[in-house]
Structure formats: C-alpha cells, structure tokens
C-alpha cells in the first residue's frame, strides 16, 4: 500500500535550519509530483512547496521562497524540504502528499517547533 513517512522535524532555535525527509513507497515514485505541506495549531493545513516527478519544477508558497527548498531522489523514493532562516511561524506539523489517481495520500507528519 502507498506510504509516506516523514522524519527530520526537531527543536530549533530561529535563524536555524532543518532538512525534512518525506520515504514513500507502494507506487512509483519517479512518475508523480509531490507536495510539502505544514498544519500550525489551530490553524488549516496549507501548501509549502511541491516538486515534479523529475524535479525540473517546483514552486512554494510565498512565505516559503527564499528560504524553503524542496528536491528529490528518485533512486531513494525520497523528497526533501530543506528549510533555512527558521522563524517562530513556521511551526507546524509539516506532512508530505502524493496524488493517485485522485486521491490523496498523506504522511502522518513531522513536527517542527521553531523557538528560543
């Protein structure tokens, strides 16, 4: 069955930086896109970033350029948000997404707490 287990998420200080890592399985992972997204508490869960299935295109949202990066491995079935210049804002729990064939497949998250 499709699976997507997050890790990387910690405690850090801001102006830190994190790297996540997002390991699927169960589909083939070199043919979708892929998505970052974050949940803050008390908030709804919102878009961070996506990759294609090559890489070639990503995009973020705007509190993320400049600072977020996402990439993949296709050997490794694994993406990656490299997250830098760490702000108290981007606390949340940060899942990754895929979609098959309409439906939407979710990790259960990483938590990232960004704090003095």
Same mark, same amino acid.
């Given at each position: 069955q499709v699976q997507l287990v997050e890790s990387g998420g910690d405690l850090v200080q801001p102006g830190g930086s994190l790297r996540l890592s997002c390991a699927a399985s169960g589909f083939t992972f070199r043919t979708y896109? +892929? *998505?970052?997204?974050?949940?803050?508490?008390? !908030?709804? /869960?919102? +878009?961070v970033a996506a990759i294609s299935n090559t890489g070639g295109s990503t995009n973020y949202a705007e *509190?993320? !350029?400049?600072?977020? *990066?996402? *990439? /993949?491995?296709?050997a490794k079935n694994t993406v990656y948000l490299q997250m830098n210049s760490l702000k108290p804002e981007d606390t949340a729990v940060y899942y990754c997404k895929v979609i098959l064939f309409g439906i939407n497949y979710w990790g259960k998250g990483t938590l990232v707490t960004v704090s003095s």
């Open positions: 896109g +892929l *998505s970052w997204y974050r949940q803050a508490p008390g !908030k709804e /869960r919102e +878009l *509190s993320a !350029k400049g600072r977020f *990066s996402i *990439s /993949r491995d296709n």
